[in-house]
Every structure is written in C-alpha cells, then in structure tokens.
C-alpha cells in the first residue's frame, strides 16, 4: 500500500510539474502578446485586427480537418510502445499520410482564393496575404507531429523552450515588420509564417 501511495504520489507531483512547465509558457506568451497591442493599435486598423483574427480562425478550422486526425492517432500509437523502430516507423507513416494531406489541401485551398476572401475577408486579403496564410497553414501542421512526439516521451521543458524560443521571434519580428518597415497585415502574417518555420525547424 506505501509503495502504491508513493507511486500515486509521484505521478501527481510529475503532473502538477508538467502543467506548471505548460501553463508558465502559455502565460508568457499571452502577456507578450498583450504588450504588442498598444503598438498594434497604432499601427493597424480595425479591419485589419479582423483579417487577422480571421486568418486565425480559419487557421484552427482548417489545421484539424486537413490533419485527418494525425497527431492523436500518432500520439496514442507512439505511447503504446519503447520500441525506437516502431517509434520511427510511426513516425515516418504520420508524416508521410499527412503531407500528401497537407499539399491536396492546398491544392483544393488555392482556387478558392476569390471565395474565401469575398466571404471570410470581405474582399480585404491580398493575394501575397493568402500565399502568406497557405505557408503559415503548412508550417503550422508540420510542426504539430513533432511535438507529439515530444509530448508523448514528455519532454515537456523542451517543448516549453521550443514554445517561448518561437514567440520571442514572432514577437521581434512583429515589431519589426509592423511597426517599423510599417507593412500592416502582410507584416503581421509574414512574422507568423517565420516564426511557424522556426518552431517546424
């Protein structure tokens, strides 16, 4: 009975650590994020917050449905087993299925450009925005099945590190591009297209 105790114990504290790592690195990126807003403000209009705010939406829809359900599927057979050549194969096939996933989502995405910026965007995002959101959607589901992977062999502070390492580009870039070469909404989308890159890399 001590011995099961003390194994619950463990567990609970391995949890409470975990979500202690998790939940300090979402705080530091919603603050940061709350720091640019008065700059923002300055900078960009409303209906340009709301091409953003758009983008993001679309981004969470479509990022799910064009995954096929990858990263859960990886992440439940990958914590099923020690073997590294499961791991790996695993691995391999995920991002195999997925890629062929992402580029026929694209594929499907591009000539429905006039579509979704005359309902979504009320005609506001620019072609290069676009290409923009397509890179941002690509770098965005690459990066998750790797980040499965860590999750599942619960490298949690790395993924942490990973986490506040790409808000800290996002961050300077943001600032960079919005406020200073003053390019508005492309800034903005080509900041987090990089910093997307930065976390796939």
């Keep these: 009975k001590n011995r099961g105790g ?8 391995e ?3 975990d979500s202690l790592i998790y939940g300090m690195s979402t705080m530091l990126s919603q603050f940061l994020s709350l ?6 403000t300055k900078e960009l209009r409303p209906e340009d917050y709301g091409v953003l705010a758009m983008s993001a939406l679309l981004l969470g829809f479509f990022s799910p449905v064009a995954g096929l359900g990858m990263d859960g599927a990886l992440f439940r057979y ?4 020690d073997d590294p050549a499961r791991k790996n194969a695993y ?4 991002t195999q299925i997925k890629t062929a996933a992402m580029l026929v989502a694209c594929l499907l995405l591009l000539p429905f450009y006039w579509l979704l910026n005359g309902t979504f965007f009320e005609g506001l995002l620019t072609p290069l925005q676009f290409g923009l959101f397509i890179g941002s959607f690509m770098a965005d589901n690459f990066s ?9 062999e619960r490298k949690v502070k790395k993924i942490a590190m990973v986490n506040i390492a790409t808000l800290v580009v996002s961050l300077v870039l ?3 591009l919005v406020l200073f070469e003053k390019m508005h909404v492309t800034g903005a989308l080509l900041a987090g297209l990089s910093a ?4 796939a890399v």
Excluded: G, N, Q
């Design 6 to 13: 003390a194994d619950v114990l463990k567990r609970v504290k």
């Design 15 to 17: 949890i409470a650590s």
């Design 35 to 40: 720091i640019l807003v008065p700059f923002y």
């Design 78 to 81: 990958y914590s099923m087993t």
């Design 91 to 94: 691995f391999s096939l995920a």
């Design 144 to 152: 998750a099945l790797t980040v499965v992977t860590l999750r599942s």
């Design 174 to 176: 943001s600032i960079w």
């Design 196 to 199: 997307s890159v930065f976390r």
